[in-house]
């Protein structure tokens, strides 16, 4: 089975957009979490592509 990266992406962010228009997550919610978790995604990009090598 392989799993990419771009579609779990795309799933999360749609997913964070949704709740935010149903107003179950604030908006600014969201922002601060980018703004602290990024460099957090990185990493697990950079661990993914080593264990697929």
């Keep these: 089975m392989r799993v990419t990266i771009g579609p779990i992406v795309l799933i999360a962010a749609g997913s964070l957009l949704l709740l935010s228009n149903l107003g179950l997550i604030p908006i600014g919610q969201i922002k601060e979490l980018v703004k602290q978790?990024?460099?957090?995604?990185?990493?697990?990009?950079g661990v993914l592509q080593l264990f697929r090598r």
Aim: no cysteine; aromatic share 22%.
């Design 37 to 45: 978790w990024w460099p957090a995604l990185l990493i697990l990009a």
